[in-house]
């Protein structure tokens, strides 16, 4: 029993930080709300892209192009078909996710620097492709109609439990829906990572050839790893536009919004690990409050300090930091068995 504590540590932890987040709505501004919204959504794109070039090796710059097409399919599940949005959401995941075969036939043909051009010409593929869709306003973009938001799938629930505005509510409900969004891709990263496929995942990483002497498939491990971040990159898309309300190519596809920052986010966390994401978005918020108001500035400051870490913490910060200390939250790893707890004959 005297072990037992520290094994549930991590559990405990996360618990109560879920906990914390999720009592924000009811003790913080409507303002700061908004802004863990967008936070909680680049953590999103973060786990998956960290799944993606972390743990299966696929360096891709084209994320966008997932978030590009979650949107598009929400927007077009509400104008043109008349679902709520929360409906469009769900489908924008799974557009994304069929999409994302063809995108793997190609890409998966090619190899570093050349695999993650292959994703960026994909991604500028889609927003050119949709930049011609009329119906949802060509390349100028649309707007969701009048009191979509306020009219969504548990608005009124919210605004009748808080007693707060349909905008109000709209906010917490889309807040939640993020929070939510955050702890089941971390949930199940872990447990993927920690299944026999998600070893197999890290056998290729490590050493492709050895992993592929022991019968691991790299190839089709890659592809399901691919498919399912684009489903996760999808649904976060359609979420984050229900609350921007408009759309645009330019917007939608955006690589610095939804692929630069997130490559910082995790190369300053560390690449390759669980926590790391998490420790990256909550240094990008810190220093997006404290250089709000440098304009410029603030985006110089920022790749100078990534620039510091990739030189003297090569791993990220808790990288090195679970490195030099032992720290390990969310371990990945699995102990061999006791040889003294065998049964023997």
Known sequence: MKNAFPAYRPLALAVLAAAVLAMVPLIGPRAMVQD???????????????????????????????????????????????????????????????????????????????????????????????????????????????????????????????????????????????LGLVLATLAASWAFLRSRLGLGLQAIRDNAMAARAVGVDPVRLKALVFLLTAFGTGLCGGLLFIQITRITPDAAFSLLDWTAFVLFVVVIGGIGTLPGPIVGVVLFYALERLLSDYGSAYLIVLG?????VMLFARRGLWGSLSGRTGLELLPLGHRAPDPASAVRP
């Open 304 to 308: 100078l300090f990534g620039i510091a």
């Open 36 to 178: 863990l919204f967008g936070i909680l959504c680049l953590l999103v794109l973060a786990l998956n892209w960290n799944m993606l070039a972390g743990f299966a090796g696929l360096v891709s710059v084209g994320q966008q192009a997932f978030v590009g097409i979650g949107a598009y399919t929400m927007f077009a599940a509400v104008i043109l078909f008349g679902l709520d949005p929360l409906a469009g959401v769900l489908l924008g995941g799974l557009v994304a996710m069929a999409l994302a075969v063809p995108v793997a036939c190609f890409v998966f043909r090619l190899n570093g620097a050349y695999f993650a051009i292959g994703t960026w010409v994909a991604a500028e593929i889609a927003r050119l492709g949709l930049g011609q869709w009329k119906a949802l306003g060509g390349g100028t973009g649309t707007s969701l109609p009048k009191g979509t938001t306020r009219d969504m799938l548990g608005v009124g629930s919210v605004k009748e439990w808080l007693g707060v505005s349909s905008a109000a509510a709209s906010d917490i409900l889309l807040y939640w829906l993020a």
